[in-house]
C-alpha cells in the first residue's frame, strides 16, 4: 500500500503505455489499487494478457490494447477502445520507452531513430490522440516517465538522453498550452531502479547493482517508489504542480563530485 487513501482514483480511467512489464506494470497496478480502471497498451500481446489477469485476480479492472506508440493509428485506436469501453479517459501515463546502452559511435542510424521514434515521438503521439479524443473536453492528467539527464552528459546513453531531453521539453510545453483545458502534465523521471529490464541491462556499464547503489541515499530504488510519485502527481496534493520533471533518483542527478563525508 502507500501513503494515499486507496479511494483518491476511484471514478478514474487510466491509460498506461508500456503498463505490461517494469515500472509501468507497477504503475498501473498501483493506479488500480487506488481506484482507477486501466487500459495497458504495448507492443507484446502475451505480456499484456499475462499483466491483465494478474490485475484482474486483485480484483482490478483491466483492459488491453496492443499498440507500438510510434504507429499514431495504433495509438488513437487505444485511445477510441479505452473511451468506447470505460466513456472516457482520465489519466495518460506515457511510459513507454526503448533503451540499449551503446557509445555514439555504436549506435546505428536507425538505433538512434527507433530510440527518438518511441521515447519522444511515443509520447507525442499518444498525448496528441488522448488531448483530441477526450482530455480537452473534461480535464484530466499527464504523466510521462523520462530519465534524470537534464543538463549533463551521459555516457553510452546519448540516444536516450536525446530523446528524454525532448520528452522534458514535450512536458513543459504540453503543461502551457493545456493548463487552461484542466489539464496537469508533470513528468517523473526514474534512477536505477531495482528488478527492471533497465537495471540488468545497465549494471554492469553503470557499476550499480541491486545489493547497493553510489547514489546520496545509497541504496537502488524500487518501482513501488516511481508508481508513488506518479500517485502523488495524480493527486488533489499536487493539485498546483504542473511542467515539472521530478527526479525519483536516490539524489544521483544532482551529486556532481559524488563525495561521501565521514558521517558524525
Ligand atoms: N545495441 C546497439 N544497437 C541496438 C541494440 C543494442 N543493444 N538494440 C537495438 N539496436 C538497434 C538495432 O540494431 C536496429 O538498428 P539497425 O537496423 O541499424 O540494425 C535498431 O536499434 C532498431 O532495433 P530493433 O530491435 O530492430 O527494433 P525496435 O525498434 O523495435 O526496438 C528497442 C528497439 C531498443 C526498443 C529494442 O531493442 C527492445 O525491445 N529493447 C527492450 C525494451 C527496453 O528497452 N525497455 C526499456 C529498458 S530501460
Known amino acids: 500500500m502507500t501513503t494515499f487513501c486507496n479511494d483518491i482514483l476511484n471514478g478514474k480511467v487510466a491509460l498506461v503505455t508500456g503498463g505490461a512489464t517494469g515500472i509501468g506494470k507497477e504503475i498501473a497496478r498501483t493506479l488500480g489499487r487506488h481506484g482507477a480502471r486501466l487500459c495497458i497498451a504495448s507492443r507484446k500481446q502475451e505480456n499484456l494478457e499475462a499483466a491483465s489477469k494478474e490485475f484482474e485476480s486483485e480484483g482490478l ?11 499514431a493509428d495504433q495509438v488513437e485506436h487505444v ?13 495518460l ?6 533503451n540499449f546502452p551503446a557509445p555514439i559511435t555504436g ?17 507525442y503521439n499518444v498525448t496528441k490522440a488522448a488531448f483530441e479524443a477526450t ?20 555516457a553510452m546513453q546519448a540516444h536516450v538522453a536525446a530523446a ?9 510545453s504540453c503543461a502551457v498550452e493545456f493548463g ?6 508533470n513528468a517523473v523521471a526514474p534512477g536505477a531502479m531495482a528488478d527492471t529490464e533497465g537495471m540488468a541491462r545497465f549494471s554492469s556499464v553503470a557499476g550499480e547493482t541491486e545489493g547497493g547503489s553510489s547514489c546520496p541515499l545509497g541504496y537502488i530504488g524500487a518501482k513501488q517508489d516511481i508508481a508513488n510519485a506518479v500517485l502523488f502527481l495524480l493527486s488533489d496534493a499536487a493539485a498546483y504542480v504542473t511542467g515539472q520533471v521530478i527526479a525519483v533518483d536516490g539524489g544521483v542527478s544532482v551529486d556532481m563530485l559524488k563525495l561521501r563525508l565521514p558521517k558524525d
Do not use: Q
Open 61 to 71: 479492472e483491466c483492459m488491453w490494447v496492443p499498440c507500438d506508440v510510434r504507429e
Open 79 to 91: 485511445v477510441r477502445e479505452t473511451v468506447r469501453r470505460f466513456g472516457g479517459l482520465d489519466i
Open 93 to 98: 501515463v506515457n511510459n513507454a520507452a526503448g
Open 107 to 123: 549506435i546505428s542510424y536507425n538505433g538512434f531513430k527507433s530510440i527518438v521514434d518511441i521515447d519522444l515521438r511515443g509520447t
Open 135 to 154: 482530455l480537452k473536453e473534461h480535464g484530466g492528467h499527464i504523466v510521462n516517465i523520462t530519465a534524470p539527464f537534464e543538463g549533463v552528459g551521459v
Open 164 to 172: 528524454k531531453s525532448g520528452v522534458d521539453s514535450l512536458t513543459r
Open 180 to 185: 487552461p483545458y484542466g489539464i496537469r502534465v
